[in-house]
């Protein structure tokens, strides 16, 4: 772990992917430079801004403005708001809307939003006449920490999370810490799981920093442009040596084999957001590896005290309507995470751990001890 930034530094974390390099710019008030990269990346190119009505009420206008101050034309495509829009219907929008502004192979597409924005709009760019390059905005802290990087685009299928999608890295990130003075605290906490994941899979020291910080973090200030470069430098380091997920990148997965299934129990709704589901999954994960003796229950009970400090869900009866049919059932659960993408011949794959800060990758893992772990977690008073 390096030290915390002082306020006012924007940093570069470098995604080192040969010819597919691109920087991740972080700190407050970068956005007004969107532009000028924009320009010096990609002279003379035309854009279209993809983004979410909430997003646009807030961050469509001083995006605008950068382009425009670049010289830089732009066309806007404004979405509906959460998981809705990562369907067929939205990608089916996106598209016809980006034909329809003449975005052209050498054009660019910006994702100006969370991660659903980010995922639709990368996935739109990776089809659109077979591939345009896109440059991500995130705008939520689940997005910079995480979804604006590494290259994962797709939408959801009512059968699964992200079941259809594409590999497309963007060509450059800004991330502006001060967007995120607008994001709810409901959305602020559930991106913070995304960051506590990355202490909890592949750095204790950060885990521990989290522990005695992570309060700041919600208040803004240098803590959380660290905790956004932390996570961004783990991510980037994961996705150069193993761009698509043969190996390594499968730990960032950790938490969402049962939070993906939470997340199709519940309808892709504002029942649980992703990032909900990532903290209850997180914590399901730490107490099976405990069930199977990789780690102490203490360990567990770590991680699990930590996100509910930070405020996030971290039981099964967490969620509203828990004792709704198909989330209070671990063989509806367990048909959810039979379409997880890490099943290989038919066998689930778990991230567990190891340690605080060790995670491991499990494969071939029998169904019946995790319908066993399920159910014990279903009968739990809520
Ligand atoms: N591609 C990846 O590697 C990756 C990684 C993690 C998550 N994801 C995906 O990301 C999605 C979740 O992303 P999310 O949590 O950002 O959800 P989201 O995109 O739905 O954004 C959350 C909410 O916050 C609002 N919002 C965003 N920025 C705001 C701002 N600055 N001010 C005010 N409101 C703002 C949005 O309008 C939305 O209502 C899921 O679909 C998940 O599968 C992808
Ligand atoms: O980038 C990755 O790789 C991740 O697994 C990051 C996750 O936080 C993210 O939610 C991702 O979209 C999940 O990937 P999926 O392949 O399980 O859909
Ligand atoms: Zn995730």
Aim: aromatic fraction near 6%; hydrophobic fraction near 45%; charged fraction near 25%.
């Amino acid at each position: 772990m390096t030290a915390p930034l002082k306020h006012s530094d924007p940093v570069n974390v470098d995604v080192a992917l040969g010819d597919r390099a691109y920087d991740i710019v972080i700190g407050r008030g970068v956005l007004a430079s969107l532009g000028e990269r924009v320009a010096a990346l990609r002279p003379g190119v035309r854009t279209a801004i993809v983004t979410d009505r909430t997003v646009a009420k807030y961050w469509l206008e001083p995006t605008e403005a950068s382009l425009a101050a670049a010289g830089i034309p732009t066309s806007r495509v404004v979405v509906e708001e959460g998981e809705i829009s990562k369907t067929y219907a939205g990608l089916e929008k996106v598209s016809e809307a980006l034909i329809a502004a003449k975005i052209e192979r050498n054009d660019l597409v910006i994702a100006l939003g969370g991660g659903v924005v980010g995922d639709l709009a990368g996935f739109a760019a990776a089809i659109l006449r077979r591939g345009v390059d896109f440059v991500q905005v995130p705008t939520s802290l689940l997005a910079q920490v995480d979804s604006s990087v590494g290259g994962k685009t797709g939408i959801n299928s009512p059968q699964g999370k992200n079941l259809l999608g594409a590999f497309h890295q963007p060509v450059l990130v800004i991330a502006d810490t001060a967007v995120l003075d607008t994001l709810s605290p409901r959305q602020f906490r559930a991106g913070y799981a995304e960051v506590a994941k990355y202490g909890v899979l592949g750095d204790e020291a950060f885990f521990t920093w989290l522990e005695k910080n992570h309060s700041d973090i919600f208040k803004g200030g240098s803590a959380r442009e660290h905790a956004i470069a932390t996570s961004c430098r783990a991510k980037a380091g994961v996705v150069s040596r193993d761009e698509r997920e043969t190996g390594e990148r499968a730990l960032l997965n950790l938490g969402h084999t049962f939070g993906h299934a939470l997340e199709a129990a519940t309808g892709f709704s504002d029942r649980l957001f992703h990032g909900e589901g990532v903290s209850i999954g997180m914590t399901l994960a730490a107490q099976f590896s405990a069930k199977l003796g990789m780690i102490g229950e203490a360990e567990a009970a770590r991680i699990e005290r930590h996100l509910i400090e930070a405020g996030l869900p971290t039981r099964l009866q967490d969620i509203a309507g828990f004792a709704q049919e198909g989330l209070a059932d671990a063989d509806a659960l367990m048909a959810l995470m039979a379409q997880d993408k890490k099943v290989k011949r038919g066998k689930l794959t778990f991230i567990l751990l190891e340690a605080v800060g060790r995670a491991v990758i499990a494969k071939d893992v029998e169904p019946t001890p995790v319908r066993d772990f399920l159910k014990e977690k279903l009968a739990q008073k809520a």
